[in-house]
């Protein structure tokens, strides 16, 4: 069974351009999250959805941050105009919760940004 | 909301010693416990999970993990430490929304 896929591994732009990460998740999975690790962090979730409606995106910075998982299948997360602060791993990651319960999240291998 | 706090960002440990890595939660519901482990410059590796049942859970690579209600815990443990073990471990909790949210980090180092 494939993993989750992300790309661009890495990436380094100068601050105020604009970025995007792209996600695959694992076939099926109708759960998908993308999370901010800084370094030295743990990751800090930016937005779940479900499906292609979102759940939870409270801790989302909504002025520079989107993210949309179009047929509820791939995702990106965009970033504009970027700031320092926003040089971090963004980690997406994916589940599929059987009916009433819970199961862990599966994740890929991250997008390194770099913001200079 | 959920969350999670790892005590002791970094720990040492003599190659053969017991590991043991702490992790306390904070949640309203009975709440779904995790610990992964990432190495460098890879992702999350699942390595125990906890949802209902026996409260001591066994994982991948001879780590278990004892969840304690009354003392809102998560422990990670190992009887003895491998160099490999070396890596940066994160205990998670997820709530009845699959709302996952991760501690700091502890960075564990064994030394030969």
């Known amino acids: 069974e494939a993993g989750v896929a992300q790309s661009p591994r890495y990436k380094i732009i100068e601050k105020r351009q604009s970025v995007a990460f792209w996600c695959n998740p694992i076939?099926?999975?109708?759960?998908l999250y993308w999370y901010q690790q800084i370094l030295g962090q743990g990751p800090k979730l930016l937005i779940q959805f479900q499906n292609n409606g979102v759940v939870d995106d409270s801790q989302l910075p909504k002025d520079r941050f989107s993210a949309e998982r179009l047929k509820g299948v791939d995702s990106t997360l965009k970033i504009q105009p970027a700031k320092l602060e926003d040089s971090a791993v963004y980690l997406c990651?994916?589940?599929?919760?059987?009916?009433?319960?819970?199961?862990?999240?599966?994740f890929g291998q991250g997008t390194r940004l770099t913001v200079v | 909301a959920q969350s999670v706090t790892q005590l002791g960002s970094h720990v040492s440990v003599s190659e053969g010693a017991l590991v043991l890595l702490r992790c306390n939660y904070s949640?309203?519901?009975?709440?779904?416990l995790f610990w992964y482990v990432q190495y460098p410059n890879q992702g999350l590796q699942l390595l125990l999970k906890?949802?209902?049942?026996?409260?001591l859970v066994k994982g991948i690579n001879g780590f278990e993990a004892e969840f304690k209600k009354s003392e809102t815990s998560f422990h990670l443990t190992k009887p003895s430490a491998h160099m490999s073990d070396a890596a940066e471990y994160f205990c998670?909790?997820?709530?009845?929304?699959?709302?996952?949210?991760f501690g700091a980090g502890t960075r564990l180092t064994v030394k030969p």
């Open positions: 949640s309203s519901v009975p709440p779904y």
């Open positions: 906890y949802t209902t049942g026996a409260t």
């Open positions: 998670a909790v997820s709530d009845n929304n699959n709302d996952m949210r």
């Open positions: 990651a994916s589940s599929q919760p059987p009916r009433g319960r819970n199961t862990e999240a599966f």
């Open positions: 076939s099926g999975h109708a759960t």
